[in-house]
């Protein structure tokens, strides 16, 4: 995936069909109700930009089309943390870790966490940097 940025509802909206994967406007519309109280024409707006930014995929099932993500979550992830880290930290991920723990944005058991995986990753001449 290019680093193209989502919306909240652009996320939200892929949740559902990552989870699902694949839906209609109306499923995706029920499986957004409890957090956001939307109209079908905003999900299928919605779904319809996604479609032609390439991020969801659609068929036509009778009358209605079913709507499935042609994007991975862990590319989106990737991509949207890549362009955060580039925009706020200089593309620099200690600073990215150390505005959270600085932040207070990790608890105990957390950076526990992070010690654990830092000891095992592995040790790369220069790392990478996944685009």
């Given at each position: ?20 994967d ?40 009778g ?42 944005e ?10 654990r ?15």
């Amino acid at each position: 995936m290019s680093r193209k940025q989502l919306s909240d509802l652009q996320l939200a909206i892929l949740r559902v069909l990552w989870a699902r994967d694949e839906a209609t406007v109306a499923e995706v519309t029920d499986a957004l109700r409890a957090e956001r109280d939307l109209a079908l024409t905003t999900v299928a707006t919605m779904l319809s930009r996604l479609e032609k930014r390439g991020v969801v995929e659609r068929r036509t099932e009778g009358r209605q089309f079913v709507y499935r993500a042609a994007v991975e979550e862990t590319d989106v992830r990737r991509s949207m943390v890549s362009a955060l880290m580039d925009r706020l930290f200089e593309g620099d991920p200690a600073a990215l870790v150390n505005h959270l723990i600085d932040e207070g944005e990790m608890d105990k058991r957390q950076l526990d966490k992070l010690k654990r995986m830092l000891a095992a990753a592995p040790k790369k001449k220069g790392g990478r940097r996944a685009r």
